[in-house]
C-alpha cells in the first residue's frame, strides 16, 4: 500500500491519468526511423556489391583487352624479326606507301605474282579490319609522332600516351559512345632492335616507347553474361530487404499491442489507486503509514484531527506518537512491521528498555515533532 499511495498525490485531485498518445506515436516514429534506416542499410550494401560486380566485370574486359593485346604485340615482333613479311599485292593489300622509300618494298614472282611488303602497323591495321567486320574487339596503333598522319592520337589517346611516356604500364577507362559502352585500353609499344631499320629516322633508341596500341572491348556482351548475376543480386537484396522489413512491421505490431496493455494495466491501477486515496481521504479512522526506513509516508485528514498534527508537519518523520519506552512485544511487532509483515496487537511502555530504540530505524530523528 505504501508503494501506491504517495503523500502527495492524496492531497491532489489527481483525475486524468498519463498523456495517452505518446508512446503510440513514439513507437510510430521509431517504427519508420528504423525502416529508413534498414532500407539505407540494405541500398548500401547493395550499392557496394553492384559496383564489386560491375569492377569485377571491368577487370575481366580488362583481362581481355590485356591478352588481345599481347597476341597482337606477337605477332608484330614476328613481322619485325623478319623486317616485315611479303604477302600478295590485292586490292585489300596495295603497297605500303610509308615503305616507298624501300628499294625492295615491291617484288615479282618467277611467275610474274606481285608481292608488297607488310611492315608490323600495316599488319596491324588488316588484323583490326578482320577483327572489326567481326564484330569483335577494336584497335589501332598510334603515337605522338606518327609517320601515317591517320595514326595520331584522338583526345583520350593522347592523354593516355602521355601518361605511358610518364611510366605508367597501362592505362584504361571506360567510355560512353553512341552505340555501347566500351573499355578502352592503351600499352604502349617498346621500340627495340628490330624496329630500327625502319624507325630509327624518327629519333628512337631501343627501349623508347614508339607510340602505344589502343583497344576498345564492347561491354555489351560482357554486361548481357553479368546481367544474369546483377538481376540475382537484385532480386536476393529484395527478398533480404523486405524480410527485415516484415520483421520490423511485425516486430512494432507486437510492441504497440504490448504498449496498448500496459497501458491499460496503468489505467486500471491509477483508477484503483484514486479510489483508495479517496477512501482513505474520507475515512473517519486516522490512517498513517510508513515506509521501510520507519519514516511516515501517509497522514490522512483524520489523523490530522484525531492527533493534532498535520500532514505536512510529520510527512518524512518518525511517527510522532512512539512511546519513548515501548514494552519489547511492541519494538517487535513494530521492527516487523516495517520489514513488510502483517502484524496485528499494540504495546504500552516499558522502564526496561533503553529510550533510543527507534534509531534503529534510518528515518532522521533529529526533526521528528514531539508534543510536550
Ligand atoms: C619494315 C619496317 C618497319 C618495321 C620493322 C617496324 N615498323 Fe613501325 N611502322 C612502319 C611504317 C612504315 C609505319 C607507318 C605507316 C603504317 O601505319 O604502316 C609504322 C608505324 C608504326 C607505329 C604507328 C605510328 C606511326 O608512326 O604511324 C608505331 C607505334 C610503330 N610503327 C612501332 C613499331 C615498333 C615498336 C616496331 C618494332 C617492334 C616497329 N614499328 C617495326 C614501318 C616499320
Excluded at 50 to 70: C, D, V, W
Excluded at 153 to 159: A, C, L, T, V
Excluded at 191 to 209: F, P, T
Amino acid at each position: 500500500m505504501e508503494r501506491i499511495l504517495e503523500p502527495e498525490t492524496l492531497n491532489q485531485n489527481s483525475g486524468n491519468v498519463v498523456k495517452t498518445k505518446a508512446p503510440a506515436t513514439h513507437l510510430r516514429r521509431y517504427t519508420w526511423l528504423l525502416l529508413i534506416a534498414w532500407t539505407v542499410v540494405v541500398l548500401i550494401f547493395l550499392a557496394g556489391t553492384l559496383y564489386q560486380e560491375n569492377q569485377a566485370g571491368l577487370m575481366i574486359a580488362r583481362a581481355e583487352a590485356r591478352s588481345h593485346i599481347e597476341q597482337i604485340v606477337l605477332y608484330r615482333q614476328w613481322n619485325s624479326l623478319h623486317q616485315g613479311v611479303y604477302v600478295r599485292v590485292d586490292e585489300h593489300t596495295p603497297p605500303n606507301p610509308y615503305l616507298a622509300a624501300l628499294p625492295e618494298r615491291d617484288l615479282r614472282t618467277p611467275s610474274g605474282k606481285k608481292l608488297t611488303l607488310i611492315n608490323p602497323a600495316y599488319m596491324t591495321r588488316q588484323l583490326y579490319e578482320l577483327a572489326q567486320r567481326q564484330n569483335k574487339v577494336e584497335g589501332r596503333i598510334i603515337s605522338l609522332k606518327p609517320l601515317r598522319p591517320e595514326n595520331t592520337p584522338d583526345f583520350w589517346e593522347k592523354k593516355a600516351l602521355e601518361a605511358l611516356e610518364r611510366g605508367a604500364p597501362e592505362f584504361s577507362a571506360v567510355e560512353h559512345m553512341p552505340d555501347q559502352d566500351y573499355l578502352r585500353l592503351i600499352q604502349p609499344l617498346i621500340i627495340d632492335q628490330s624496329c630500327l631499320q625502319c624507325h630509327a629516322s624518327q629519333g628512337y633508341k631501343v627501349g623508347d616507347i614508339g607510340g602505344g596500341i589502343s583497344v576498345a572491348v564492347p561491354l555489351e556482351p560482357l554486361r548481357a553474361v553479368t546481367g544474369k548475376h546483377m538481376s540475382m543480386i537484385w532480386i536476393s537484396y529484395g527478398f533480404f530487404w523486405l524480410l527485415g522489413l516484415v520483421c520490423i512491421v511485425l516486430g512494432s505490431f507486437h510492441l504497440g499491442k504490448g504498449l496498448k496493455q500496459q497501458r491499460r494495466t496503468e489505467t486500471d491501477l491509477q483508477e484503483a489507486k484514486q479510489t483508495l486515496e479517496a477512501y482513505i481521504k474520507a475515512s473517519p479512522l486516522a490512517i498513517m503509514t510508513l515506509d521501510t526506513q520507519g519514516c511516515v509516508r501517509l497522514w490522512n485528514p483524520a489523523a490530522e484531527s484525531i492527533f493534532g498534527w498535520r500532514a505536512s508537519e510529520v510527512v518524512g518523520q518518525p511517527p510522532p506518537f512512539l512511546p519513548e519506552d515501548p514494552s519489547p512485544e511492541f519494538q517487535d511487532l513494530y521492527s516487523r512491521g516495517l520489514r513488510g509483515e502483517p502484524v496485528r496487537g499494540g504495546g504500552g511502555a516499558s522502564t526496561a528498555t533503553a529510550r533510543s530504540w527507534i534509531s534503529a530505524f534510518p528515518c532522521p530523528l533529529s526533526t521528528a515533532p514531539r508534543r510536550n
